[in-house]
């Protein structure tokens, strides 16, 4: 079992940045793809970014490409999305995620779930 810990969230006025942070419990955090989802009032949970366990490829949704590098720290268990240019729109709850398996896409399939970390952005 992975337990997963997201820190970072709040609120910011539109164009300000905020890091979130997510930090696993396991040694084998290095074993894991590790990613990041979110889910805005009324509407479904959806991807917004990956990166492979070596830390050398990142994937994301194209409407943060750009605006929300991820990066992690594997001596640290932790993984971080650095949230610049904030738009109302980037309102949500975000989940950080932990994976073993990546699917053809590349597609990060979760198996952990953190509890969430809400993201508000006034315009």
């Known amino acids: 079992q992975v337990q997963l810990v997201e820190s970072g969230g709040g609120l910011v006025q539109a164009g300000g940045s905020l890091r979130l942070s997510c930090t696993a419990s396991?040694?084998?955090?290095?074993?894991?793809?590790m990613g990041w989802f979110r889910q805005a009032p009324g509407k479904e949970r959806e991807f917004v970014a990956f990166i492979i366990r070596s830390g050398g490829s990142t994937y994301y949704t194209n409407s943060v490409k750009g605006r929300f590098p991820i990066s992690r720290d594997n001596a640290k268990n932790t993984m971080y999305l650095q949230m610049n240019s904030l738009k109302p729109e980037d309102t949500a709850v975000y989940y950080c995620v932990a994976g073993e398996t990546v699917l053809v896409g590349p597609v990060l399939r979760p198996d952990y779930w953190g509890q969430g970390t809400q993201v508000t952005v006034s315009s």
């Open positions: 396991r040694r084998t955090f290095s074993s894991y793809a």
